[in-house]
């Protein structure tokens, strides 16, 4: 099992640009997360799924979206990138009290 | 509002018992799970408490009373590699503390 991976593990942007966040997980989780961590902080969620079809908001939605097509992959779409929009990525599966965590993309937005 | 409170740092030595405590205000609760995160890494899962009471497995115990909302990580026979950042998270709301850092010094 290769648990949650996720694709770009670096990437900057220039402001205004977009681009897509992969995540995928092959634990057959219904639940996934989007997290974004900003130094020396803890995790925000963006986005959260409880299954293929069904997406809601998290804390800090706002110049985000996502979809959630397959139980395996829940990509995040970044829009007109800000500099505010500067942080690590975390995707996650699983029950909601035990996260499993992918390795993370680093975003730099300038 | 609903938020978790943890201290920033904590410094212990190796071989020493540490806990990181978590406090937190919430609406509803649905259970606190505890994560270490190395610098620069993932977070990975250590423990989860529904009920009161203690949890254990192997060195990482972790502690939650419901009617004081408190909760606390235990973390036994420091090792060096257990310096990392400690993150507490309500389950409910999916909302994490701001982390601890723990150092472990020789």
């Known amino acids: 099992n290769a648990g949650v991976t996720q694709t770009p593990k670096f990437r900057i942007l220039k402001i205004g640009q977009s681009m897509t966040l992969q995540c995928t997980q092959d634990?057959?989780?219904?639940?996934m997360y989007w997290y974004r961590q900003d130094p020396g902080m803890g995790l925000k969620l963006i986005y959260y799924?409880?299954?293929?079809?069904?997406?809601d908001k998290g804390e800090v939605p706002n110049g985000y979206n996502v979809s959630r097509s397959t139980t395996e992959d829940f990509p995040l779409r970044l829009e007109l990138a800000a500099p505010s929009q500067t942080s690590v990525y975390f995707c996650?599966?699983?029950?909601?009290?035990?996260?499993?965590f992918g390795p993370g993309t680093r975003l730099t937005v300038t | 509002g609903q938020s978790l409170e943890q201290p920033s740092e904590v410094t212990a030595v190796e071989g020493a018992i540490v806990q990181i405590n978590c406090t937190y205000q919430t609406s509803g609760f649905y259970g606190l799970s505890w994560y270490q995160q190395h610098d620069g890494g993932a977070p990975t899962f250590l423990s989860y408490n529904a009920l009161d009471g203690l949890e254990e497995t192997g060195r990482f115990s972790s502690f939650l009373s419901r009617s004081d909302s408190y909760g606390y990580l235990l973390l036994q026979e420091l090792q060096m590699k257990d310096s990392a950042s400690y993150f507490c998270a309500y389950r409910g709301k999916l909302i994490f503390g701001q982390g601890t850092e723990l150092s472990v010094k020789p």
């Open positions: 996650a599966s699983g029950p909601s009290g035990e996260q499993y």
């Open positions: 634990m057959n989780h219904n639940y």
């Open positions: 799924s409880v299954g293929a079809g069904i997406t």
